[in-house]
């Protein structure tokens, strides 16, 4: 079973992720401090890091972790007042968060997501999206379908489509999306984002696709969600 490594200073919490870690299989090995944690990065396939431990910040955590062999997800546990932290989290390289209080079952769920996007995505990337997805692109020809009929779209809007789609279930910042779509140094403004995403929501509605599956992550970005209605 993958091995989830916790860190977190508050005993409680620490507690109750790791009961429900266990109880669905996982090895759990928890870390109450910073120096803790980066000793045990390189035999984890997964980290659920609080941001505030007792001799650091957890973003050294982030750092660090991506400079190992083979590099763990990552999963932030983050209040619910630090907007900022998120963002910035999930741009230095962490893969999810949750937001405090949060239930221990929700946890393990996105563990369990987090960990099924990082597993398979060398063998069946295009398979696996293709099979879940009723939103599709080709880069090559550049062509994008819902359910399998073609949509006409933009530039931006295709480049934005494809960004999602290439990690299913992840939450890409709007700040990302512009460094994907756009490029470095582009003055794009955050309603500028939005807009383009809106006019997409409505081709893939007016094509009979779901246009939910175009997720709204208030106050952080977008993602196209692999579980529609969840
Ligand atoms: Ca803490």
């Known amino acids: 079973m993958p091995r989830v490594l916790v860190v977190e200073d508050e005993p409680a919490i620490a507690e ?3 009961y429900a870690l266990k109880r669905d299989g996982y090895d759990v090995v928890h870390a109450p401090t910073l120096a803790e944690a980066v000793v045990r990065l390189d035999d984890v396939e997964i980290v659920l890091l609080d941001l505030m431990l007792p001799d650091g910040s957890g973003f050294e955590v982030i750092g660090r972790a991506r400079r190992v062999k083979s590099p763990p997800a990552i999963i932030v546990l983050s209040s ?3 907007e900022a932290d998120r963002v910035a989290a999930l741009e230095t390289g962490a893969d999810d968060y949750v937001t405090k209080p949060f239930s221990p079952r929700e946890v393990v769920a996105r563990v369990r997501a987090v960990l099924r996007r990082a597993a398979p995505e060398k063998e069946k990337q295009g398979e696996r999206v293709a099979a879940a997805m009723p939103l599709a692109v080709d880069e090559p020809s550049r ?21 999602l789609l290439s990690a299913p279930g992840r939450v890409f910042t709007r700040a990302q999306l512009i460094d994907r779509v756009w490029g470095d140094g582009f003055a794009i403004t955050d309603r500028t984002i939005d807009s383009h995403v809106k006019a997409l929501r409505r081709k893939v509605a007016d094509a009979g696709g779901d246009a939910s599956l175009l997720e709204t992550v208030r106050g952080v970005g977008y993602r196209v969600t692999d579980q529609p209605g969840s």
């Open 143 to 163: 062509r994008a379908t819902v359910n399998g009929r073609p949509v006409d779209l933009t530039r931006v809007e295709f480049d934005l489509l494809a960004c």
């Open 16 to 18: 109750s992720l790791g």
């Open 80 to 82: 619910r007042d630090d």
